[in-house]
């Protein structure tokens, strides 16, 4: 299957998916979106025991694509609410896949990135990789990737984390077990393709089940807190502080907030 914002490629145990937008930092687009939905079901019907997931270039993703915000600004409420839906299928799909996943982080990673970097199964990460959940800097709310963060490190961290937005680097994010490892960039996904060959050596049905279990284990109270976090993701598409912070992200200058 050919895709034209990211590379696959196959072998007998391993799969591994490059976001393949480098002169865009890799950032995440409705076509990216599409393709890494579809990806997924060719490696999940594929031989490949393990999915590897990095990025092209200097960064893993930086976000959503400025061509998709700037598009959002005059997206009808059901339109809005469609696009929500549509990155919880996303993130759910990655954070349920039935194989190991492992994102071999080997540059920024923000807001979408972030999501998409931290729902892996395992996540290794460079030196000078950056993280940060900065929807709240645009006038946005981080609703969805909130009701994961919230299981991963706990409610006072995920607080603080949502509330400022901040940039964090890999040794805080693996301070707060964010990410398993740290990589020399020269070395990651040598280190990823080991992991992933440890993974393959176990049982695939054992891997299976015991990813069913954990997944099964929390279905009911995600299914309860994302359909709340959809709604607020829409619905702040609505306000003015929304508009007026993607329109003053675009114009690179600092926004006015009306609080409305």
């Not at 890494?36 to 031989?47: Q, Y």
Request: some cysteine; glycine content about 6%; overall charge neutral.
């Amino acid at each position: 299957m050919n895709y034209k914002t990211l590379q696959i490629t196959l072998d007998s145990t391993v799969a591994t998916v490059t976001l393949n937008r480098p002169d865009k930092r890799n950032a995440i687009s409705y076509e990216l979106i599409d393709e890494l939905m579809r990806v997924l079901d060719e490696v999940n019907h594929s031989s490949a025991r393990v999915l590897i997931l990095t990025g092209a270039g200097k960064a893993f993703s930086s976000g959503m694509d400025l061509d998709n915000l700037r598009a959002m600004i005059g997206r009808t409420p059901a339109q809005n609410l469609e696009d929500s839906r549509t990155m919880v299928r996303l993130f759910r799909s990655l954070y349920e896949f039935p194989k190991p996943t492992i994102a071999a982080v080997n540059g920024a990673a923000i807001a979408g990135g972030t999501g998409l970097a931290l729902l892996c199964d395992f996540t290794l990460a460079v030196p000078d990789a950056k993280f940060g959940y900065t929807e709240v800097r645009i006038g946005f709310v981080p609703a969805i990737v909130a009701t994961f963060l919230l299981r991963q490190v706990g409610e006072k961290v995920a607080r603080e984390l949502l509330l400022t937005g901040r940039i964090f680097d890999a040794a805080e994010a693996l301070k707060m077990s964010l990410i398993n490892e740290i990589v020399p960039s020269e070395n990651l996904l040598h280190r990823a393709r080991e992991l992933a060959a440890q993974l393959a050596e176990n049982s695939p049905l054992s891997l299976f089940h015991t990813k069913r279990l954990l997944t099964d284990h929390a279905r009911a109270e995600l299914d309860t807190q994302i359909e709340v976090a959809v709604r607020e993701n829409a619905g702040i598409r609505e306000s003015a502080d929304f508009r007026e912070g993607i329109t003053s992200f675009l114009e690179r200058r600092k926004p006015t907030w009306t609080g409305r």
